[in-house]
């Protein structure tokens, strides 16, 4: 939770940052100034996350979207948080982590070429 949390923090605390990736990662006490985000942004959530509900998700891209940034969001169905860290067998999805991994190097690809 909070590894994205920071990640979204420093992209709008840094115009340098040229393209961010959140992995489940928003925290309700850090509140990043979306309108200093200069980097798209491209999110990756889990259907069974307690504590980042899809929801929460939805009104992140709903908030990014208003802002006038450039967003796409992914909410794996069925998915645990940490569906992505292998160390945790418990909630890795390999399908999920693969198709993020994918679609992640393809978005760095298109947006830092």
């Given at each position: ?53 899809p ?30 860290n ?28």
């Open positions: 939770m909070y590894g994205g949390a920071i990640i979204a923090y420093a992209a709008c605390a840094n115009e340098n940052v040229g393209a961010c990736v959140n992995y489940y990662g928003i925290h309700p006490d850090v509140k990043p100034n979306l309108a200093t985000l200069q980097a798209p942004v491209l999110g990756f959530f889990a259907e069974k996350d307690s504590s980042v509900p929801v929460a998700a939805r009104q992140l891209e709903t908030d990014l979207k208003a802002a006038g940034k450039k967003v796409e969001i992914h909410i794996y169905e069925g998915a645990d948080h940490a569906f992505f292998n160390t945790r067998p418990e909630v890795f999805n390999a399908v999920y982590a693969q198709d993020s991994w994918t679609k992640m190097l393809t978005f760095f690809h298109a947006e830092l070429s």
